[in-house]
């Protein structure tokens, strides 16, 4: 398939409509109507949109083999790619991740130290 036809059925499988993923993206129906049909090019900034309404990255849109993932396990990932995927969140969802890790290392500096000074005693 070509980058018209995965964007197409990717949305006929999440279950949108053109008009939704047009407001996403920032155009009219008929300019992303042309996008499906591959009469008219979608900018770099268009497809990272629809990339996270799609909850998907471009390479996976990019590479799509008609199968969606479910989930995405990233214990299986290394740092980097685990902090990438990060990245692909929305703001503010980023950073309850940030301040989870936040609160888990003080955490542990704290019964770190407290192991450490109980065991002077």
């Given at each position: 398939?070509?980058?018209?036809?995965?964007?197409?059925?990717?949305?006929?499988?999440?279950?949108?409509?053109?008009?939704?993923?047009?407001?996403?993206?920032?155009?009219?129906?008929?300019?992303?109507?042309?996008?499906?049909?591959?009469?008219?090019?979608?900018t770099?900034?268009?497809?990272?949109?629809?990339?996270?309404?799609?909850?998907?990255?471009?390479?996976?849109?990019?590479?799509?083999d008609?199968?969606?993932?479910?989930?995405?396990?990233i214990?299986?990932?290394?740092?980097?790619?685990?902090?990438?995927?990060?990245?692909?969140?929305?703001?503010?969802?980023?950073?309850?991740?940030?301040k989870?890790?936040?609160?888990?290392?003080?955490?542990?500096?704290?019964?770190?130290?407290?192991?450490?000074?109980?065991?002077?005693?």
């Open positions: 398939m070509n980058l018209a036809d995965n964007i197409k059925a990717i949305r006929e499988q999440k279950g949108l409509k053109q008009i939704d993923v047009a407001t996403h993206i920032g155009v009219d129906k008929s300019a992303y109507s042309k996008i499906e049909k591959g009469t008219r090019a979608i770099v900034e268009e497809l990272y949109k629809a990339a996270q309404l799609f909850n998907m990255t471009t390479d996976q849109i990019l590479a799509y008609g199968d969606i993932p479910s989930e995405v396990v214990e299986d990932k290394t740092a980097v790619e685990q902090l990438r995927l990060i990245q692909q969140l929305e703001e503010e969802d980023r950073q309850t991740i940030f989870l890790i936040e609160t888990m290392l003080t955490k542990k500096k704290f019964k770190d130290f407290f192991q450490k000074n109980v065991a002077a005693l």
